[in-house]
């Protein structure tokens, strides 16, 4: 069994800043969690940020430099800082981890980023 906790989202103004983190808990041998994604209402999920192994970062075309995911190793967990937040950044923001020996692949329960005056 794998849980993986997301925290840290909540509402926000316009231009303002909020950071994510999600940790894994259970069966985490080899598990790597790596990714954000979102998903508004009456839309598709889609990917905000991704981190590889080696740090390397990309990011959805939508992001624009205002965001950042950050790793760390020791914990197996990861951040999103985002900054500058638009009312179109609303979501529900999901971390997802997949496993190094298998197809296996996990999501968060998700965590609400709401972006409004």
């Known amino acids: 069994q794998v849980q993986l906790v997301e925290s840290g989202g909540g509402l926000v103004q316009p231009g303002g800043s909020l950071r994510l983190s999600c940790a894994p808990s259970g069966s985490i041998f080899s598990l790597r969690v790596r990714a954000w994604y979102r998903q508004a209402p009456g839309k598709r999920r889609e990917l905000v940020a991704h981190i590889s192994d080696y740090g390397t970062a990309m990011y959805g075309d939508f992001v624009k430099g205002r965001f950042t995911i950050s790793k760390d190793n020791a914990k197996n967990t990861i951040y999103l800082q985002m900054n500058s937040l638009k009312p179109d950044d609303t979501a529900v923001y999901y971390c997802?981890?997949?496993?190094?020996?298998?197809?296996?692949?996990?999501w968060g329960q998700g965590t609400q980023v709401t972006v409004s005056s």
């Open positions: 997802n981890a997949r496993r190094t020996d298998s197809p296996d692949e996990y």
